[in-house]
Nanobody, 125 residues
Framework: QLQASGGGLVQAGGSLRLSCAAS????????MGWFRQAPGKEREFVAA????????YYVDSVKGRFTISRDNVKNTGYLQMNSLKPEDTAVYYC????????????????????WGQGTLVTVSS
């Protein structure tokens, strides 16, 4: 089970840190990703991280602003979001998969089989 938290209302230029708490499984065995879905739009890949944190991936629109990380001791993943923009407004979902999707598919939501409930991030201009 994945539980996302940390969303809220923030002004443009502000920061938020999302958390994704995992339970019932050995978190370190799973690759983790963050996706987001804005109203009227399809779910979009945001970031992913390998099991050991050695490799990370980001969508171009958040590179340099967002940082994905994880703490396998605490069974928790994080998404630090800085310099937020109104276009970052969305419901953010954390996800996990035990099988490495491969570099070509790490951004494909269909490759992740565990999902949190989502947390809403609203960025005002």
């Amino acid at each position: 089970q994945l539980q996302a938290s940390g969303g809220g209302l923030v002004q443009a230029g502000g920061s938020l840190r999302l958390s994704c708490a995992a339970s019932g499984r050995t978190f370190s065995n799973y690759y983790m990703g963050w996706f987001r879905q804005a109203p009227g739009k399809e779910r979009e890949f945001v970031a992913a991280i390998s099991r050991s944190s050695s490799t990370t991936y980001y969508v171009d629109s958040v590179k340099g602003r967002f940082t994905i990380s994880r703490d396998n001791v605490k069974n928790t993943g994080y998404l630090q979001m800085n310099s937020l923009k109104p276009e970052d407004t969305a419901v953010y979902y954390c996800s996990a998969t035990q099988t490495w999707p491969g570099t070509d598919y790490v951004r494909d939501a269909r490759k992740y089989n565990y999902w949190g409930q989502g947390t809403l991030v609203t960025v005002s201009s």
